[in-house]
Antibody, heavy 115, light 111 residues
Framework: QVQLQESGPGLVKPSETLSLTCTVSGVSITTYYWSWVRQPPGKGLEWIGYIYYSGSTKYNPSLKSRVTISADTSKNQVSLKMTSVTAADTAVYYC?????????WGQGTLVTVSS | QSALTQPPSASGSPGQSVTISCTGTSNDVGAYHYVSWYQQHPGKAPKLIIYEVSKRPSGVPDRFAGSKSGNTASLTVSGLQAEDEADYHCSSYGGSNNLRVFGGGTKLTVL
């Protein structure tokens, strides 16, 4: 059974960098694509981007200049970094297996951007 | 503002059927056969219930059905049950630049 667990700071100051890690268990990250999706409080979902373990990535054009997704096969982890955050980046951040059809999701982690 | 348009709310009584729409453009929903639907209960992660417009993952009841006509996709929930009360999100392939676009979500209430 595939399990995903997001982790990272729950509070980030404006203009700083948001860093999250998704630890995958039950399957090697080399087997699938992995995506990040976020959901602002009370709002809909927004696709952030995806990665294949080889390093191939694709990002949402609206976030591309601020986002980097990476993979660490030795730890079976996928990571997200988002620079220059503002209050608009406050959201629950999810990692998920797949690109379009996201079959497995982590439980999500709330990141609040505030001073 | 979400890329795909969904009604903010929908409702039905137990046993009834409800259809939720998801309207995009000729660049996403209308162009590709890659529409998916997710069910999300409060405080929980989304769950894939429909992919490629009308396919159901293993374990998803056949009460959930997806379809598409032109730029609009639809999710029909038949034989409504109390546990169907949740938010439903649609998603579509958006082309090589914007791989995945989502709707704003629809809150389904079982009366």
């Amino acid at each position: 059974q595939v399990q995903l667990q997001e982790s990272g700071p729950g509070l980030v100051k404006p203009s700083e960098t948001l860093s999250l890690t998704c630890t995958v268990s039950g399957v090697s990250i080399t087997t699938y694509y992995w995506s990040w999706v976020r959901q602002p409080p009370g709002k809909g979902l927004e696709w952030i981007g995806y990665i294949y373990y080889s390093g191939s990535t694709k990002y949402n054009p609206s976030l591309k200049s601020r986002v980097t997704i990476s993979a660490d096969t030795s730890k079976n982890q996928v990571s997200l970094k988002m620079t220059s955050v503002t209050a608009a980046d406050t959201a629950v951040y999810y990692c998920a297996r797949g690109i379009g059809d996201l079959d497995d999701w982590g439980q999500g982690t709330l990141v609040t951007v505030s001073s | 503002q979400s890329a795909l348009t969904q009604p903010p709310s929908a409702s039905g009584s137990p046993g009834q059927s409800v259809t939720i729409s998801c309207t995009g453009t000729s660049n996403d929903v209308g162009a590709y056969h890659y529409v998916s639907w997710y069910q999300q209960h409060p405080g929980k992660a989304p769950k894939l219930i429909i992919y490629e417009v009308s396919k159901r993952p293993s374990g998803v009841p056949d009460r959930f059905a997806g379809s598409k006509s032109g730029n609009t996709a639809s999710l029909t929930v038949s034989g409504l049950q109390a546990e169907d009360e949740a938010d439903y999100h649609c998603s579509s392939y958006g082309g090589s630049n914007n791989l995945r676009v989502f709707g704003g979500g629809t809150k389904l209430t079982v009366l």
